[in-house]
């Protein structure tokens, strides 16, 4: 007796936390299936900028050569930052007309990086990948947005608890795998439903888990950045900017102070909130494929060009660095993207059948209530 209240009170949590998320669980996996292959789809739709082909010993030029070449090509403007393309000899040095760049206002130049000759501007523009990510990142409604679906992640996470701990003692009565055929269309619907439940319950949890957690990316980085940068950056920031120093020499020294660490891009100085008006911001990331996804800044002074300043970054961001590409199966290349797709298209057909499945039984209790008031009236007289 006791277990079958327990039983139907986890059957109403499992019933009421599903219809909450359902539909905002189904527009998120919907518009994550594309981006499971975002990288595949932006490759075959854009036409990127791609370096010309030359025999692999071809020596890269320095970094101060790419700034020269594109202080050429827009003279009297700001280099504002490159960033370095580890797979392509390819460098990106973005250019502004005034030292703080107004959004829009600025270019962003792809130079290769053996001959410091120009290869195009990337014009900033939103495609179609752009518009689904952002949907599915916050619905186009901001921080709000993101908190909102982080919440229902949470409801997501208690649903497919319920569903496992109503559904178990059912699913032992059967052979794992059993759909019963003969039977009517929603027990076929609930057999199907309970079985893709289960296979992909692992996957759900983590993809439910990982996608809560990036929500939080922005407040996150909003935390660290009020807690850290104000100290580091304090004695700084009255100063005027710095000339440009040699980047190429910092790089070196990043690297040769850390070698475990690759350069991703390199921030000049500047007075604007996203850098210092003293240093180099020289972006970093690991050499392993895990670690390739936790990014670090080191602080070169732009004045002596060898103090660096490297602020740990705390293990929550970590965190967050580590979740977000296990979001979109991005660890393991093409194979465990095609393993996420299928494992995305076997949860959009439980969140459907169980869409299905509460209809049917509304409408079978709707069926109901005049034949047993049916039956009440007759037994009276």
């Known amino acids: 007796m006791v277990q079958a209240r327990t039983i139907r009170l986890w059957s109403r949590i499992h019933t009421w936390t599903s219809l909450v998320c359902m539909l905002f669980l189904l527009m998120l996996c919907v518009t994550g299936l594309p981006l499971v292959f975002h990288d595949e789809i932006d490759d075959l739709l854009e036409d990127e900028i791609a370096a010309p082909a030359m025999p692999e010993a071809t020596p890269r030029l320095s970094l101060d050569r790419m700034i ?14 490159l960033n370095l393309k580890q797979a392509e000899p390819l460098v990106t040095v973005a250019v502004s007309p005034t030292a703080v760049p107004a959004p829009g206002n600025f270019h962003r130049l792809t130079l290769d990086a053996r001959t410091a000759e120009m290869l195009g501007e990337e014009t900033p523009h939103q495609d179609v990948m752009d518009i689904v990510l952002r949907i599915h990142k916050d619905m186009f409604a901001g921080l709000p947005g993101e908190l909102f679906l982080g919440a229902m992640g949470l409801v997501f996470a ?22 019963r055929r003969r039977s009517s269309p929603r027990v076929k619907w ?41 100290v580091l950056l304090a004695p700084h920031l009255d100063k005027p900017v710095a000339p440009i120093p040699s980047v190429q020499a910092a790089v ?13 891009s390199v921030t000049m100085p500047t007075s604007a909130r996203f850098g210092s008006p003293q240093h180099l911001v020289v ?24 103090t660096i300043v490297a602020p740990e970054v705390p293990w929550y961001l970590k965190t967050l660095q580590v979740s977000r590409p296990l979001h979109f199966g ?36 709707a069926r109901r209530k005049p034949l047993d008031a049916g039956q009440t009236a007759a037994a009276g007289v």
């Open 68 to 81: 020269a070449a594109a202080q050429a090509r827009f003279p009297g403007q700001y280099v504002l930052l």
């Open 158 to 179: 208690a649903s497919i608890i319920s569903g496992v701990v109503v559904y178990w003692p059912f699913m032992r009565r059967l052979d794992f795998g059993t759909i």
């Open 190 to 230: 609930l057999d199907t439903h309970n079985l893709l439940g289960i296979v992909t319950v692992t996957w759900t949890i983590v993809v439910g888990l990982t996608g809560m957690i990036n929500t939080l990316a922005t407040p996150l980085f909003d935390l660290w950045r009020a807690q850290l940068i104000p």
């Open 252 to 264: 070196e020294l990043v690297c040769a102070r850390f070698p475990d660490r690759l350069v991703t």
């Open 283 to 306: 972006w970093t990331k690991g050499a392993t494929p895990f670690t390739a996804r936790m990014l670090q800044p080191m602080l070169v002074d732009a004045n002596d060009g060898k």
């Open 330 to 365: 991005d660890y393991g290349g093409l194979p465990l993207k095609i393993v996420w797709a299928l494992l995305d298209v076997m949860t959009i057909i439980v969140l459907v059948s169980g869409i299905y499945l509460w209809a049917a039984r509304r409408r079978s209790s």
